[in-house]
């Protein structure tokens, strides 16, 4: 099971990042998170990157609605867990930044750069 994890991975952000295929590399993405999320519950490291991959491939595909809500949510957890000086803490905010600024959010985005 780790091997096709890993694999699956790989694949979603081939497709990703390839010829900017979001819309093929988004259900491997998620099955890739289902994957962790079965197998290894208590990765938090594995299972934030894949939502972190995850919310790049909706954001990709204009879904910033559905990118926001696991942006909000990597960020909390790299705060809780990282605190607000870590390199990870600092790119999650600024994804998070960068689909409240689409989604025209602007006091939260005030909010979040203080």
């Known amino acids: 099971d780790g091997a096709r994890c890993s694999s699956m991975e790989v694949l979603g952000k081939a497709l990703q990042v390839g010829p900017s295929r979001p819309e093929d590399a988004l259900p491997v993405l998620e099955a890739g ?29 204009g879904r910033e609605d559905e990118a926001l809500v696991l942006r909000r949510m990597i960020f909390a957890t790299d705060v809780a867990s990282l605190g607000m000086s870590n390199k990870n803490t600092i790119l999650s905010g600024h994804n998070l930044a960068d689909s409240l600024m689409k989604l025209e959010l602007w006091d939260e985005v005030t909010a979040l750069s203080r």
């Open 33 to 61: 998170l289902d994957l962790i999320r079965r197998y290894w519950s208590q990765d938090e490291d594995a299972i934030l990157t894949a939502q972190t991959s995850l919310s790049n491939c909706l954001a990709d595909l």
